[in-house]
């Protein structure tokens, strides 16, 4: 299939997709700098999860200052719920003496001024945060055109076939950034991640009752396994 042929049936398949699943809408924008916290430590666990660990690291310490100051193993007892606690407690305490080094404050409103690809590559200079966390703060919290793809996102593209059977994420980031529209990547990002947790289950997936059935190489070719199995990665949508 040509180019031009692949982005016809993408858009195809959003157009199955917005009828099966809605048209969602951003319920909430947090500061861009709150909504990186939010997405690391969504890294490798669920969203209810992220929710919890969150919610608790904001009732531990009221301020991001107090964050940034506190013994390291404060903050890990208050995201344990989160995973990867060890982890991510040191990841959140380097990009607030980063930011406050770089910026004098700890906000980022200024990557809403910026251009969007200029934003992401200054969040990609931190450690712990890739493409897919970058786009998150970019999409959610700075109205920029960005497309964030999650474990789910990757997984359905390559079953469909927009992007490879053997693509990395990095590979699905960069090709679905071109094939949708910047103006759908939201209703996109959403609706992709609902098939992916609902459907297109890693095991088992619901082929019979998948809105892109018809068009996915996957369910015509009797479900042959996906080559390279990817490391899991953070669920990202953001539903209203």
């Known amino acids: 299939m040509d180019y031009r042929s692949l982005r016809r049936s993408v858009a195809g398949g959003l157009d199955r997709l917005e009828a ?62 989160g995973g990867l606690a060890h982890i991510k407690s040191r990841i959140i305490q380097e990009v607030l003496r980063r930011v406050r080094q770089e910026r004098g404050r700890l906000d980022l409103d200024v990557l809403r001024r910026m251009p969007a690809e200029e934003a992401r590559r200054y969040l990609s200079g931190f450690r712990g945060v890739g493409d897919k966390t970058a786009c998150c703060v970019l999409l959610f919290a700075c109205g920029h055109a960005a497309f964030p793809v999650d474990t789910h996102i990757h997984r359905v593209a390559r079953r469909v076939g927009w992007v490879s059977s053997g693509a990395t994420p990095a590979t699905s980031h960069a090709v679905l950034a071109g094939l949708i529209p910047a103006s759908r990547y939201l209703v996109a990002h959403v609706n992709l991640i609902t098939l992916g947790r609902r459907l297109c289950r890693p095991r088992n997936p619901d082929c019979p009752a998948c809105p892109l059935r018809r068009t996915c190489r996957h369910a015509r070719r009797g479900r042959p396994p996906l080559r390279g199995a990817p490391r899991p990665m953070a669920r990202a949508g953001r539903p209203a």
Do not use: H, K
Not at 20 to 26: C, D, I, N, V
């Open 20 to 81: 099966a699943f809605g048209r969602p809408r951003l319920g909430r924008s947090l500061p861009p700098l709150d909504e990186l916290i939010l997405t690391i430590l969504s890294q490798n666990t669920n969203d209810l999860n992220r929710d919890r660990a969150f919610r608790s690291l904001r009732q531990a310490f009221p301020t991001w200052e107090s964050v940034m100051e506190a013994d390291p193993a404060r903050i890990e007892e208050a995201i344990r719920c």
